[in-house]
């Protein structure tokens, strides 16, 4: 007993020291952090090496961070403690919530495009944050009542300054050892990597922090530093990568309108998909298997952390999203573009693209004037009462009907941009839209997905019927394609469910992302074309089949339709896919069979090659956003755009679209006699009756 009683004492000891203080916050701090490592990421750690990094690399920053508190006095130090735990609590927390839904970590450029999304993200909040993630905080508040309380008692002795030195020492020690193991096994980690998630697995949290802090610099002093002479890397890639257009597609629907129709968070597999025996989509699955449509079924998605804003660079400007962040918010002000509005719009069109959400979402209010819309459609133009709206803006039902109120108005040839938005997590619907049975199995986020995206089914019907109604359907092409995923790999069990398989791995989860991409055309014949291509390939692809050369433009992507396309898919993280091969974190997948390999001499020189190719591709298209590389770049028959051209308040746009319908008399409307085509539209959304 008394033995009992003086190991207790002797431990109440060590605790009342300030060094014990500090190696119990380190620990809890340690132990809290490999807690969500294994509880809430999916770092894919492998092998004994990797394991042993997770394990450890909590400790080196944690030693640094802490043990500034042991070069001051008294009560100070504690609390410096307890506010740097605090604030990496926060931090830690900040990117449970932000992974489960995104599968990344936040960066400093998503960060600071916070303001532009926050008042869109309270329902998405409140569906992501769980209970159980609060615990990060636990400690903080177990280490405060200690102290409050006086079972742990203040250490006022001066700490010796070298021993505070020779911890923060320790610490650099520990870093520069950890990085040094990290490298060896994955080679060129802070150099080559495009994931996140490595730099956490291998080295931690507070350290991808700091990376991601010197990246976010360093971004920032490219474009100042920028020069004429950057470009030459880039037109000697493009020269020898871009494919020539097949000229029995080459102008094919030349002078026809444009419809780009942005299915939100709409993948692959709800094409011809059943629940309970009914179809998902059924007005989708008539469009991809039409009689004039080119649907492509091995088409991925290519975003990262810009998500729908990553979609749209690269559908519009054939230039990929950032590795961090989004170029819309972080470039899209500031940098010159050669985009599909503008390069159409000097062509003759009309370039308008339509939302039902608020304009500064992904800065687009500024954004799409430098890249050359005219008109941009956003909330303030539609009709707003609180049953037309859920979750991130208007319902698509009402959406489509109100949007096609201002396509009548627009001048022919015009090029229009609809971006849907009820398919968006976290797939809220209210019962009088529910018209179509949830999945079961068992996951509250995946299991509504079918019904959101039945509905979007039934507005985008909707919208075809008038456009074949109205004649327009004749005198367009129709491009409907998915932005990304909206069932993250975080749900790897309800996966596994859908796609009717007992488990998923790193190559199913790729080939799930698979998002669809459909071309209308009346001069098109139809047909499922097997190509593998991605995001980047649209705007070549809608160019050629409009006529329009692109020789000489900064396009990263290739025609889909061109028999002399390279067949890679890069994804941002600097995994890919082709015809025969998927590489995924290091494996390698067939991609017919889906079989995991160990390539030999011939397979991993062909992979090494396309290797190459994926992180040159993705770097030279960064270093054109980050150096805002196009301001040097003269484009024969292009002129650079004005965004002091573009005013989108209601007021002046309605004037605008009014004056220049007065001019050129080429609207539906006009060829309607003037009158409004609107009781061509028919809907049944019930908000509306």
Do not use: C
Not at 4 to 9: A, G, P, S
């Amino acid at each position: 007993m008394a033995s009992h009683i003086k190991k207790v004492r002797n431990g109440n000891r060590f605790l009342n020291s300030r060094i014990g203080f500090f190696i119990l916050v380190l620990f809890l701090f340690w132990a809290k952090t490999y807690f969500a490592y294994q509880a809430e990421f999916t770092l894919g750690a492998k092998g004994a090496l990797q394991q042993f990094l997770l394990v450890v690399n909590p400790l080196p920053a944690g030693i640094l961070l802490f043990g500034i508190a042991l070069y001051f006095r008294g009560r100070l130090a504690y609390w410096l403690m307890l506010i740097m735990d605090l604030i990496q609590s926060i931090w830690l927390f900040a990117n449970i919530v932000y992974y489960r839904e995104f599968s990344d970590f936040l960066t400093f450029g998503i960060i600071k495009g916070s303001g532009d999304v926050q008042n869109n993200l309270g329902k998405s909040l409140a569906e992501i944050i769980h209970p159980i993630d609060f615990v990060v905080f636990l400690d903080v508040i177990v280490l405060i009542i200690l102290l409050s309380f006086k079972i742990i008692k203040i250490d006022k002795r001066p700490f010796k300054i070298r021993n505070a030195f020779a911890i923060t020492v320790l610490s650099f020690l520990l870093m520069f050892g950890e990085y040094s193991i990290a490298n060896a096994d994955r080679s060129g980690l802070l150099t080559r990597s495009f994931d996140n998630n490595y730099i956490v697995k291998y080295l931690g949290m507070n350290e991808y922090a700091a990376f991601n802090a010197y990246q976010t610099h360093k971004e920032s002093q490219t474009r100042s530093k920028a020069k004429p002479s950057d470009l030459d890397s880039v037109l000697r890639y493009l020269k020898h990568n871009r494919a020539k257009a097949n000229i029995n597609y080459f102008g094919k629907e030349k002078g026809k309108n444009v419809f780009i129709i942005h299915l939100e968070s709409f993948q692959q597999f709800l094409i011809d998909y059943k629940v309970d025996g009914k179809e998902v989509t059924p007005n989708l699955n008539k469009f991809y298997h039409g009689d004039h449509t080119i649907s492509f079924d091995n088409f991925y998605h290519q975003v990262a952390q810009g998500k729908t804003s990553d979609a749209e660079m690269m559908l519009e400007n054939s230039l990929f999203g950032l590795p961090q962040g989004s170029a819309m918010v972080t470039y899209g002000t500031q940098n010159t573009f050669q985009a599909a509005p503008a390069i159409l719009a000097q062509r003759g069109y009309t370039t308008a693209a339509m939302h039902g959400d608020v304009p500064s979402f992904w800065n687009r209010e500024n954004t799409y004037k430098s890249w050359g819309y005219q008109y941009f459609f956003d909330s303030n133009y539609f009709k707003e009462k609180p049953s037309y709206s859920v979750g991130y803006g208007l319902k698509d039902k009402i959406f489509f009907k109100d949007a096609a109120n201002y396509i009548q108005q627009l001048p022919q040839p015009f090029y229009a941009k609809l971006i849907t938005l009820t398919n968006h997590y976290p797939y809220i619907l209210d019962k009088q839209n529910q018209s179509f049975p949830a999945t079961k199995t068992g996951d509250n986020t995946v299991d509504p997905y079918v019904q959101t995206a039945h509905y979007l089914d039934q507005a985008f019907g909707e919208f075809m019927n008038y456009l074949q109604k109205t004649g327009l359907l004749k005198n367009s092409i129709v491009v409907a394609y998915g932005d990304h995923y909206g069932i993250s790999n975080n749900h790897r069990p309800a996966i596994a469910q859908l796609l009717h398989k007992k488990s998923v791995n790193s190559y199913d989860l790729a080939q799930f992302q698979k998002v669809p991409f459909m071309i209308y055309g009346d001069n098109l014949t139809g047909k499922i074309d097997h190509t593998y291509g991605g995001e980047i390939d649209v705007l070549p692809t809608i160019l050629h089949l409009l006529g329009i050369k692109d020789n000489n433009t900064i396009q990263f992507g290739q025609d889909l339709l061109s028999n002399k396309r390279k067949q890679i898919v890069a994804f941002r993280d600097g995994d890919f896919v082709t015809p025969t091969y998927t590489v995924v974190g290091g494996s390698v997948y067939l991609t017919k069979t889906g079989k995991k390999i160990t390539p030999n001499a011939k397979q991993q020189k062909k992979i090494n090659a396309e290797q190459k190719h994926v992180n040159t591709e993705l770097s030279l298209s960064d270093r054109v956003i980050q150096g805002d590389l196009l301001r040097f770049y003269t484009l024969k028959n292009f002129k650079k755009v004005d965004r002091s051209d573009y005013n989108y308040k209601p007021s002046s746009g309605l004037t605008s679209l009014k004056e220049r319908n007065n001019k050129e008399h080429t609207s539906l409307m006009d060829e309607n006699g003037g009158k409004s085509t609107m009781n061509d539209y028919v809907t049944d959304a019930p908000e509306l009756k």
